[in-house]
């Protein structure tokens, strides 16, 4: 088999599971989760129930890899967002990237109510190495060097990490969706004052 040939094969699966992929979100995002059949989401895709099989083990296993997905590029693009502006405090950086996810979710309610409250499933989900690109560092990465270069003593940094995703996801869900017990704008002073102060203990 000439190179050319597998670069085909390879493109060809790919561009399989991303039309599998686009069609989960539409409609799980317009139906929910148990109201969409795998038929439903291969005859969107325009591919075999079959095929859907080969990448996927049933509709949750779908929307698992799609929540850890839809989390690690509001990560990563907060990463590259934050690397464009001059912050050199390490705990202001943090706080830049929790508050541009937030942003992005505050215009986004549909990739909001999707991935819910499992923010964390971006940083450390079971799949999240396998979509890493390798030339990407991660968050948690990019996390425990600014906590190492800025001297910060913590104990377990990928346990406090996970405490601040947690805490964030579980405060915007509420705050955006139901504005409890604040309006997310009215929220944020309170909730990045929190991850200073976890930050400093």
Do not use: C, H
């Not at 069609?23 to 139906?31: D, G, H, P």
């Not at 991660?138 to 425990?144: I, N, S």
Request: proline content about 2%; charged content about 35%; overall charge positive.
């Amino acid at each position: 088999m000439t190179q050319i040939v597998k670069k085909k094969i390879i493109e060809n699966k790919k561009n399989k599971k991303n039309k599998l992929l686009s069609a989960a979100f539409e409609l799980f995002t317009n139906k929910g989760v148990n109201n969409t059949s795998i038929q439903e989401i291969a005859d969107k895709a325009g591919v075999g129930k079959g095929t859907f099989y080969l990448y996927f083990k049933d509709k949750y296993d779908i929307q698992e890899y799609l929540t850890t997905e839809k989390s690690r590029e509001l990560f990563e693009s907060a990463l590259k967002n934050v690397e464009g502006k001059k912050i050199n405090d390490f705990k202001e950086k943090l706080i830049n990237v929790i508050d541009y996810v937030i942003d992005e979710l505050k215009e986004d309610k549909t990739t909001l109510e999707f991935i819910k409250k499992d923010l964390s499933w971006g940083v450390f989900g079971e799949r999240v190495s396998s979509l890493i690109d390798n030339s990407k560092v991660g968050v948690l990465e990019t996390f425990k060097k600014g906590i190492k270069e800025s001297n910060i003593n913590i104990k377990n940094p990928e346990l406090t990490l996970f405490l601040i995703i947690e805490m964030t996801s579980s405060v915007v869900f509420s705050s955006i969706t139901q504005e409890k017990p604040l309006p997310i704008d009215k929220l944020k002073p309170y909730l990045y004052d929190k991850i200073r102060k976890i930050l400093e203990d």
